[in-house]
């Protein structure tokens, strides 16, 4: 499959309180992305890591790259009522030229 | 940049109708896409252009879906015969594809479809 895999499907926590969620694939990437949907709107782009590199920022949030495990990891800090969303991890592949959702990470974010 | 827009953003049907909906992306991007997305689920790929080439469909998109992009700018998704299954918000995205690869997808808005 050339869908890149969420972890947690949801995940609830404390405003203020740090968020972390994870992707898996399969295969060699070219590049992974991260995307946000809130609730009944379209997804924005967050922030694209390429396969030669190793973390990246962006504002509050920090995303890691491990092509060894074939796995990235999303970590938004000091989390605020905004960031209530689903977030979307999209791998691409060399071969590839569209992006395959996997059903992504639903967080909640408690005032 | 005004963004990816879509129109209508809601549209109300009855079963057997026909539909269709328009996507402008973003004028300097080449690439066109096309998702469908259900309650609780991530975008399924339907289709994408690279200018005015159709290059990919999934086996999703059934005879009754048809898409275009006549001169590689804007672009129609036609449903024929709507059936209630065909439900579902229709997202549009553009991109720009360069010589290092797929680049970011910009999304527009999407149209949601009810089909009674």
């Known amino acids: 499959s050339q869908q890149g895999e969420e972890d947690p499907q949801a995940l609830s926590i404390q405003e203020g309180e740090n968020a972390t969620m994870n992707c898996s694939y399969k295969?060699?990437?070219?590049?992974l992305q991260w995307y946000r949907q809130n609730s009944g709107r379209g997804l924005v782009h967050l922030i694209l890591?390429?396969?030669?590199?190793r973390e990246k920022h962006s504002g509050r949030l920090r995303v890691t790259l491990d092509t060894s495990k074939k796995s990235s990891s999303l970590l938004i800090t000091a989390s605020r009522a905004a960031d209530t969303a689903s977030y979307f991890c999209?791998?691409?592949?060399?071969?590839?030229?569209?992006?395959?959702f996997g059903s992504g990470t639903r967080l909640s974010i408690r005032p | 940049d005004t963004g990816v827009s879509q129109n209508p953003r809601h549209k109300i049907t009855k079963r057997g109708q026909n539909v269709t909906f328009r996507c402008d992306p973003i004028?300097?991007?080449?690439?066109l896409y096309w998702y469908r997305q259900t309650l609780g689920q991530g975008p399924e790929f339907l289709t994408y252009?690279?200018?005015?080439?159709?290059?990919?469909k999934s086996r999703l998109l059934s005879d009754r879906f048809s898409a275009e992009r006549p001169k590689g700018s804007f672009s129609t998704l036609e449903i024929q015969r709507t059936e209630q299954g065909d439900s579902a918000m229709y997202l549009c995205?553009?991109?720009?594809?360069?010589?290092?690869?797929?680049?970011?997808?910009?999304f527009g808005p999407g149209t949601r479809l009810t089909v009674l």
């Open positions: 995205a553009s991109s720009v594809q360069g010589a290092g690869g797929p680049d970011t997808q910009y």
């Open positions: 295969t060699s990437i070219n590049n």
């Open positions: 890591i390429r396969s030669n590199e």
């Open positions: 999209a791998p691409f592949y060399s071969s590839a030229s569209k992006i395959i």
């Open positions: 004028s300097e991007h080449n690439r």
């Open positions: 252009f690279q200018n005015e080439a159709q290059l990919e």
